[in-house]
């Protein structure tokens, strides 16, 4: 199994950034996806996640309304669109995998790929 996250970097507050993660190595479309983020000196915490068959979405309060998960099924990739950017979005993201969405909202997850770091700043 692999995930390869791709897509961050730095942007000014405001800004957006779309995450990428392309994976292989499991039966994409019928594995639930998601997104953490860990912060300096945070504990690692769940940003979004989509179920299997985009039934179920969640998003932590603090990036409702700002940030979009999707998934295409075809590419085997699940995207992290991030709007409207703030300094607290700075982190180390991760995406995710679990065949059961319940193990993956509680945040442990059968797989985890490699981080990408957002920095938010001016």
């Known amino acids: 199994v692999q995930l390869q996250a791709c897509g961050g970097g730095l942007v000014q507050p405001g800004g957006s950034l779309r995450l990428s993660c392309a994976a292989s190595g499991f039966p994409f479309s019928y594995y639930n996806l998601g997104w953490f983020r860990q912060a300096p000196g945070k504990e690692r915490e769940g940003v979004s996640f989509?179920?299997?068959?985009?039934?179920?979405?969640y998003y932590a309060d603090s990036v409702k309304g700002r940030f979009t998960i999707s998934k295409d099924n075809a590419e085997n990739t699940v995207y992290l669109r991030m709007n409207n950017l703030k300094p607290e979005d700075t982190a180390v993201y991760y995406c995710a995998t679990d065949s059961t969405y319940y193990d993956l909202r509680r945040g442990q997850p059968m797989y985890w790929g490699q981080g990408t770091l957002v920095t938010v700043s001016s």
């Open positions: 989509i179920s299997s068959g985009r039934a179920s979405t």
